[in-house]
């Protein structure tokens, strides 16, 4: 619950975080009389701000604190001609990242927003976003409720990527993310599973470890394996991947399955495209990205051996930005697949060609400039099969 003093009464509404970010503990009234430089004050010393303005002018305010909270901070030795601390290296300067990430996430997320019981919004220039809220959050809560207005647009922006979907060139389709479900932006990796070479016996069977929107799953489906299952832990992926997989004509070829890693039995190929970065997710919808101890990497190292038919292959999926941030070695990716009783067959690598791998601006740019994403063709160890 939040609680904030109006017109004289002590009031309180649930608050709502997908993020899993604490309620504000200090919250006041904020309307278009609030300046940007005193809003930026408030939420330094955590204060929520729960606006009774316009809505279009909280939409500014939030644009306008982006704006304080990025500008560069002056050097406190002296500005120009002063010393200057060595930058951190990796992997120290990526977990600074993430704390400056999550800081400034905080402090959007300050920025509130009542919403009436049937997910409304009650302010002067509001839209209708009742829609998108309950296609990322659930049936209307029948209560009002208060959220940051940065969540509200993050559930509003999934909206739109839903209706318009991703085109994948491999499917010469769109495929349609759900809120909090990876979006196949990153169109290298699922290229990689286009073009590598089944293995014998592939044409009747596969496994996808982890298929999120189902996009890979489909992609072996059009290549003409006769079935593939499917399996996901996610309830909101397994919802996308049906209902992407439905959209192309593939449902029934493609089996999804709630499971934590593999389903039961044994595949001439399985399939897996895990988080890339062993580093803690700091909200439930960054868990496509993070993967505290590369949990899913080494369960799916560590089991494929006991999936894998008779001199099938593990298709593992992943980029080498661990690597570069010093997250992970090489020899570490290596000793866990030999660990595992596993040996590599061959490895197809692609350059990445989304924005941001060429993109400045942030201490990770050199790292993305230098990544490269590989397709691991895994298989038992000749001494283990």
């Known amino acids: 619950m939040i609680h904030w003093s109006e017109h004289g009464d002590e009031r ?42 316009d809505f279009q002018n909280a939409r500014h305010l939030l644009d306008a604190l982006k704006r304080r909270i990025d500008r560069p901070r002056k050097d406190r030795k002296g500005g120009k001609g002063g010393k200057h601390a060595a930058a951190p290296e990796f992997p120290h300067a990526f977990h600074l990242h993430r704390q400056a990430q999550a800081q400034r996430a905080r402090l959007l997320g300050l920025l509130l927003i009542g919403l009436e019981p049937d997910w409304g919004i009650a302010l002067r220039r509001a839209p209708d976003w009742r829609v998108a809220c309950a296609e990322a959050w659930g049936a209307a809560p029948g209560a009002p409720c208060v959220v940051s207005l940065r969540e509200l647009l993050g559930a509003v922006g999934a909206h739109e990527w839903r209706k318009k979907g991703v085109h994948v060139p491999a499917l010469d389709a769109r495929i349609h993310p759900h809120y909090g479900v990876f979006s196949p932006v990153r169109g290298e990796y699922v290229d990689l599973v286009a073009q590598a070479p089944l293995p014998p016996g592939a ?21 003409g ?48 495209n895990p988080p890339w970065l062993p580093a803690k997710a700091a909200a439930p ?24 038919a008779p ?56 790292a993305r400039t230098a990544e490269v994403t590989s397709l691991w063709r895994l298989g038992v160890h000749a001494t283990d099969s």
Request: charged share 25%; hydrophobic share 45%.
């Open 311 to 366: 001199q099938g292959e593990g298709w593992l999926i992943l980029s080498d930005l661990a690597e570069h941030l010093r997250l992970r070695s090489r020899g570490d990716l290596l000793g866990w697949i030999a660990a595992a009783g596993l040996e590599v067959l061959g490895r197809h690598d692609i350059r990445p060609r989304h924005g941001k791998a060429t993109a400045g601006g942030d201490v990770l740019a050199g």
């Open 203 to 223: 044409e009747a069977l596969a496994f996808e470890i982890g298929t999120g929107t189902g996009v890979l799953a489909a992609v072996l489906a059009r290549r």
């Open 12 to 53: 309180s509404a649930p608050w709502r975080s997908e993020s899993g970010a604490g309620a504000p503990r200090r919250v006041v009234l904020a309307d278009d009389t609030l300046a940007a430089d005193a809003a930026y004050r408030l939420v330094c010393e955590g204060t929520g701000l729960l606006w009774r303005g």
């Open 225 to 272: 394996v006769d079935r593939v299952v499917a399996t996901e832990l996610d309830p909101r992926a397994l919802a996308c991947a049906q209902d992407n997989l439905a959209r192309l004509g593939l449902a029934g070829r493609v089996e999804l399955l709630q499971a934590d890693l593999f389903p039961e039995g044994r595949a001439p190929l399985i399939v897996c």
């Open 285 to 308: 919808i960054e868990r496509a990205v993070y993967d505290e101890g590369g949990r899913m990497l080494r369960g799916f190292l560590a089991g494929l051996a006991a999936h894998l």
